[in-house]
């Protein structure tokens, strides 16, 4: 009876080892019999595909669309150097990006928009947002393969590092390829923050990004632009100095009173405009124009952080 239930026992385990081995055969993640087989496995981030061997082999190239790396979460799209990257890294940088269609993820190129929104910043970045609708709504890239544009909105908070962190979560950095991988940047609007990214950020290394600010004045950066990928919407400081000077030098005033804010746009606009001047030994700054008589005439300069301070500095300049 013993030697019975002995022999059962074995036959038994014999089975259960016969059909784990059978199981460890079929569900070997390496083997495939097409790309789908292979979407959940990943190296380097990386996404993988079935070989002619028919085992999942890395894609050497990286991720051509966002969708390939779903598996990895929802937060991870195809980013910079055609790796997989989680744009939930970026914190509070920026807002989840908009997507020309909430349920589809693929063919898009990435832009990125670093917008101060404190006073009019607001209205500027709604106006991003409605430029980017109407161009999805009307048109594609037909060199990206007909692609639409999928948006980071995101808040500088008129900090220059901030916006230099945006920017590398954006564009990438000298330092590392992990990033959104974006097209463009918009923005930033303000000088220092302008300066910041570009110098630090779009001409740093190779990276070499597209990066347009429709208001900033400054004019020349320390690496140079080879590609001509930095951009301005407008003049530069020297081209609206040289206007206002014209301007001035027409009406010939033989005293003038300049009130200028602190802000880095209006500064570097007075500094295109101004020279230093010796008076009675002492340096000042002067608005860079003749009198009737060949002269400069006598000049008040004075400056305010806040529209509040403006009637105490006229005062101020009046009374010197």
């Known amino acids: 009876m013993l030697s019975t239930q002995r022999g059962l026992l074995w036959a038994a385990a014999l089975g259960v080892a016969t059909i784990a081995g059978a199981c460890t055969s079929v569900l070997d993640f390496t083997e495939c019999y097409a790309d789908e087989d292979c979407r959940s496995f990943f190296t380097d981030n990386k996404p993988m595909r079935c070989d002619t061997d028919g085992r999942c082999a890395v894609k050497d190239e990286g991720c051509d669309q966002n969708s390939e790396c779903e598996a990895l979460g929802d937060s991870y799209i195809c980013g910079l150097s055609h790796r997989c990257y989680d744009y939930s890294e970026g914190g509070d940088l920026c807002d989840e990006p908009v997507f020309p269609n909430a349920d589809e993820r693929d063919n898009v190129v990435f832009v990125g928009s670093l917008i101060n929104r404190a006073g009019d910043g607001a209205a500027i970045e709604q106006g991003i947002r409605l430029a980017i609708e109407e161009f999805n709504d009307h048109a ?121 804010s602190t802000a880095s746009q209006p500064w570097t606009l007075f500094t295109a405009m101004a020279v230093k001047k010796d008076v009675n030994g002492q340096e000042r700054w002067w608005i860079n124009i003749d009198d009737v008589g060949g002269e400069m005439g006598a000049q008040g300069i004075t400056s305010y952080n806040n529209v509040d301070e403006i009637p105490n500095a006229v005062a101020a300049a009046v009374a010197a």
């Open 140 to 260: 594609e890239l037909a060199a990206e393969g007909h692609a639409k544009i999928a948006w980071f909105a995101c808040d500088t908070k008129g900090s220059k590092d901030r916006a230099r962190q945006i920017a590398e979560f954006l564009a990438g950095s000298s330092d590392s390829t992990a990033a959104v991988g974006v097209s463009a940047l918009i923005g930033p609007f303000g000088n220092e923050e302008f300066v910041e990214v570009v110098e630090e950020v779009s001409l740093a290394g190779n990276i070499n990004a597209f990066t347009i600010s429709p208001t900033s004045l400054v004019e020349s950066f320390g690496p140079q632009d080879p590609g001509r990928v930095i951009w301005r919407g407008g003049p530069g400081a020297t081209r609206y100095a040289n206007a206002l000077l014209a301007r001035l030098n027409d009406e010939a005033p033989e005293r003038m009173l300049t009130i200028l």
